[in-house]
Every structure is written in C-alpha cells, then in structure tokens.
C-alpha cells in the first residue's frame, strides 16, 4: 500500500505541475461572402477552433488545435455543403541552448505543424513529420521532413496533378494528395549590408506509385486520356535576399528553379512519356513605411511564373520536350476575384494601406484601416492557366498575353483585442479579347469575416 500510495503522490505531483503551465482558449471566425466568378454566387464559411498548449518539462512543449467547420462550398467529395472536423496542430517541440557568449539553440518539431518555403509561394501548409532546427547568431539550418496524406481534403491545397484533380472530386477519398515533403533551409540574417539571405532545397515525391490500385497510366500507353495521368516528382532550390535600402523602405527578392519529371503524352511519338521538368519563379517587391503620416504603408510587388505555349491542357498538359511549366505543390490566393495558380502568370500589385484615426489617444478606435491594391494579370506564354471558365485563356485557345486588372479594397478594424472584423471587396475587369462569348467583362465579389477569440 506503501507504494501505491507514494506512486499515486508522484502523479498527482507531476499532474499538478502540467496542468499549472496549461493554456487553452478558442476562436470563432465567420467568413460570408458573394462572388460572380464561384458556383455557387454565396458562399458560407465558420470555424470553431479549440486550442491547448502545455509545458511538459525544461524545454518540452505541447501544443494541439482542433477545429470543427461548416461551409456550404467545399472540395470535400463535391457536395454543396461541408460539416467536417480537422486536427490543426498537434506539435511536439523543444528548445535546447548552449551556454556562451555565442551558444547554439537546437530546436525540434515533433507531429503535424505549420510549414513553409522561404518565398511562401512554393509550400504553405501543415504535415505530419519532423522538423529539426539549428541557430546561432550567423546562421540557422532547419531540416523538415514530413507527410501530406493525412490532411483532409478541406484542409489541402495540394493539386499539382490529374490525380490530384480527380481526387478532389471522388467522394470516397477522404483525405488529399498523398506527398512525401523534404526540404533543407540555410537563414543568414544580416550576412551584408543588413541584408538577409536564405538558401533552400526542397523535394516532393507522390507516394501514388507505392501504392495498390492508385489508376496511374504507364508510359508507352498510347491511347491519351483526359481524365488520367502518372506521378509528378519535383525538387525545388531556392535563394531569398531581403532587407532595408534606405530609411523605411525595404526590399525582398527571390527566384526558385523548379526540376523533376512530368507523365507527358508527346504528341509527335503517339504515347505517354516521362519528360524533365525545367521550370522558373521570380518574386519580389519594395515596401515603403511611414508610420508617422497615418501610419502610411505603400507596396509594390511583382510574381513570374514560368509556362509551357505546348501545353494542352493545364494539369499534365505537356505534349513536346521538356515541361517548363512552374507547378507550386500547394495553392496560394492571389486576389479577392480572381486568383489564379502560380503557374503560367505574371502578376504584380501595388498596394496602399493606412490608418485614418492613428492619431487618436483611443486604442479602439486608432487601429481601424483601409487598404487599396490593383493587380494586373499576364501570362509569359499562350499556354493555360488555371482560371474560371469567363477567360478562353485557360485551354490555349487565343493568343491573348494581357487577362485583365483586378481592383480590391478593404476595411480591417479590431475594436477589442478579441474581436477582429474585416471588408473586403474586388472587381476584375477582363480583357475583352480574352473573354469567353458568353461571360462578361466584369466579374466583382465581395466578403465580410469576423473573428472572436474566447
């Protein structure tokens, strides 16, 4: 009895110590919003999300989010309306320092956390793996290895393939593109001239070929198909240099070289083949500060693209040498209308924000903005881009460089610290000679979102 006793004392200890450090907390977010450009016109987003996070020793933390969602829009198995529940986070992570004047932090995330590559254009999403990190005051080395196919579909952004596309639409598929992610950064923060420099390496192999019944064609197969397609493996390297110029203007600059092999149906031999994968990305942009006229933010900011004239159709579509189409592995939102994949497009914006009350002593009434941004929208090539089907640009069918100009505006204000509300609303304005005969010129949406934190 002894024994028990005193083994029942040291949990009830440890316990006590755990739930000492325990923080927990929930949001609510609404998203309402109406498009012409989306089926359906209305769309109906909420979020509850329940967040804990705990010390479990020195350097250990724990941290888990859950959410449940409602949306009358989804990819979830092309229904009109989605009630699922998603694991957000639940990261196992540490911290270990060295003592000295210039000590080594090494750092680890354990289970499914938040990812991303430098240019945030490339990957931006959670996977289930491992990350392991080293840093010190010249430089930082972070290594990430992980899985992309325990993400639900909702959850996912991940259509790089036909695969992919069909998964969406195949109600019997619960979960998204199943991908293995590596990817090796190097951060050197103020290397020259208080510039920052980040290097990366980055690979994505689909599992589909690994796996029993996955309808992949083979090459050789002579008859092309609409609907299928093979794996699409690709590595990316990276180089990022960010920093001040002068003052409060700032720079950032980055330029991605995308390799790997693409199933391809080369129209000149009859048959499906595995082609390289040669393919480029070029961001960049100058941001401007002024916080003390109205707390004046200006931005000007430009993405390249690259894209493949030979192009078919727009997932898998090669059909003579190599695919120098750029595929990012996950979705990024460019505007509020229309937002395009970063793939065959060339697209810049200038943006300007700012604080009309910032002058006021009242904080709730101080942080209340407006921003503007207008954004053109090209494509280097005549190939397709993934767009709705008001723009007969997306299967090659003109010779149309110039799709249009996007206008967004929005009203951002957070009254309290747990409330946040935002106005946002864009009007597209198309290139006539780019247009579908039976869509018209201008397609407009707006959307109103709220967050509560509890």
């Given at each position: 009895m002894r024994k028990h006793g005193l083994l029942l004392l040291v949990v009830a200890t440890v316990t006590c110590g755990t739930l000492s450090a325990l923080d927990f907390g929930g949001t609510i977010d609404n998203t309402s919003g109406y498009f012409t450009s989306s089926s359906p016109n209305y769309n109906q987003a909420n979020k509850l999300a329940l967040w804990f996070n705990t010390q479990l020793g020195p350097h250990v933390f724990f941290d888990a989010q859950v959410s449940g969602y409602y949306q009358n829009?989804?990819?979830?198995?092309?229904?009109?309306?989605?009630?699922?529940?998603d694991l957000d986070r639940l990261d196992l992570r540490g911290q270990i320092a060295e003592e000295g004047a210039n000590p080594n932090l090494l750092s680890f995330d354990f289970g499914r956390f938040a990812a991303n590559d430098p240019t945030g254009l490339i990957y931006d999403q959670g996977l289930d793996g491992l990350r392991i990190g080293l840093a010190n005051p010249y430089f930082s080395v972070t290594t990430t290895l992980g899985y992309t196919g325990l993400t639900i579909k909702p959850s996912s952004s991940i259509i790089m393939s036909l695969a992919d596309l069909n998964g969406i639409t195949t109600q019997a598929q619960y979960f998204g593109s199943p991908r293995a992610i590596g990817m090796l950064s190097i951060d050197m923060?103020?290397?020259?001239?208080?510039?920052?420099?980040?290097l990366a390496a980055m690979a994505e192999v689909d599992v589909r070929p690994f796996m029993a019944n996955n309808n992949l064609l083979s090459p050789g197969t002579t008859v092309r198909s609409p609907t299928e397609g093979g794996s699409l493996d690709s590595q990316y390297f990276i180089a990022k240099v960010s920093g001040p110029i002068v003052g409060s203007l700032f720079w950032n600059g980055a330029f991605a070289v995308q390799t790997g092999q693409m199933l391809s149906y080369i129209v000149a031999d009859g048959q499906y083949e595995y082609k390289p994968i040669l393919a480029y990305l070029a961001t960049g942009g100058f941001h401007l500060y002024a916080p003390q006229l109205l707390k004046l933010a200006v931005g000007l900011d430009a993405t390249y693209a690259s894209g493949d004239r030979d192009f078919a159709t727009f997932y898998e579509g090669n059909t003579a040498g190599n695919a120098t189409?750029?595929?990012?592995?996950?979705?990024?939102?460019?505007?509020?209308?229309f937002s395009p994949q970063i793939d065959n497009i060339l697209t810049g914006s200038l943006s300007v924000s700012f604080k009309p009350l910032s002058g006021l002593k009242n904080p709730n009434l101080s942080n209340l903005q407006f921003e503007v941004k207008g954004i053109p929208f090209l494509r280097p090539t005549t190939g397709p881009i993934s767009a709705t089907s008001f723009l007969t640009a997306i299967n090659g069918g003109n010779t149309q460089y110039y799709l249009g100009t996007e206008v967004d505006g929005s009203i951002k204000y957070r009254p309290f610290s747990d409330l946040g509300l935002s106005i946002t609303g864009g009007a597209f304005i198309a290139n006539p000679a780019a247009l579908a005969s039976s869509a018209g010129a201008l397609q407009w949406g707006g959307k109103v979102e709220a967050s509560l934190s509890l």
């Open positions: 829009q989804t990819t979830y198995g092309g229904t009109s309306f989605g009630l699922y529940a923060p103020g290397l020259l001239l208080r510039q920052d420099v980040a189409a750029f595929i990012p592995i996950t979705q990024k939102t460019v505007a509020a209308v």
